[in-house]
């Protein structure tokens, strides 16, 4: 079992829809998980990052965590053409990341 | 633009060549980590360091091997280069390594080509 799994997607959505990507992760014990997104021919930037149950907040971009079911989602509320790229789920022990999902906003 | 940066950008290497790359960590930070990535895959971890120490190793062979300097910039040694080590590799620099809300910061990569 991969500590960190994604769906690897893609994931086509409408532009003005929520997207919402998935991840699940194997170590109970991890504390803090990040979401980052990596456009096509650049490096991971950092999005959203999350500690606490429940959910996290920030503009368009939602986090939630539930550890008791061991999984991490990120919602985009009225997805725009540019948020096209691929997101990774990363967890803090060993900084262990997922391979990604790809989203897909057609316009 | 995250003020980490990464030398050189590209690079083609034969197999059994050694190869270094350099990352210049963003102001403030004493931390840097090493992920190799291979094409549509997520980032792998490859070892990290912190204060000119090595803090955490990937699963990753010996031939792996790496520095940091007193002005915590790094360099990421490959020997004994096989084909399947090209890769996008990425540093990522963090003010510290043991918060819990270590947030990476990352360079550009240097894209390995062995051929």
């Known amino acids: 079992q991969k500590e960190v799994e994604q769906n690897s997607g893609p994931l086509s959505v409408p532009e003005g829809a929520i997207a919402s990507l998935n991840c699940t992760y194997s170590?109970?014990?991890?504390?803090?998980f990040f979401w980052y997104r990596q456009y096509s021919g650049k490096s991971p930037e950092l999005i959203m990052f999350i500690y606490s149950n429940g959910d996290k907040e920030d503009g368009r971009f939602t986090a939630q965590l539930n550890k008791a079911s061991q999984y991490v989602s990120l919602l985009i509320r009225d997805s725009q053409p540019s948020d096209s790229a691929t997101y990774l789920c990363a967890v803090r022990r060993a900084l262990t990341f997922g391979s990604g999902t790809r989203l897909q906003v057609q316009p | 633009e995250t003020g980490v940066t990464q030398s050189p950008t590209h690079l083609i290497k034969t197999r059994g060549q050694q190869v270094t790359l350099r990352c210049s960590s963003q102001?403030?930070?004493?931390?840097v980590s090493w992920y190799q990535q291979a094409l549509g895959q997520g980032p792998q971890f490859i070892f990290q360091?912190?204060?000119?120490?090595?803090?955490g190793r990937g699963n990753f062979p010996p031939r792996f091997s790496g520095l940091q300097f007193p002005n915590y910039s790094s360099e990421l040694n490959v020997n004994a280069l096989e084909l399947d080590d090209s890769a996008l590799y990425l540093c990522a620099s963090s003010l510290e390594p043991q918060g819990v809300g270590e947030k990476l910061f990352f360079g550009s990569g240097t894209q390995l080509s062995v051929l």
């Open positions: 360091y912190y204060r000119e120490e090595e803090n």
């Open positions: 170590d109970r014990g991890s504390q803090s």
């Open positions: 102001s403030g930070h004493n931390t």
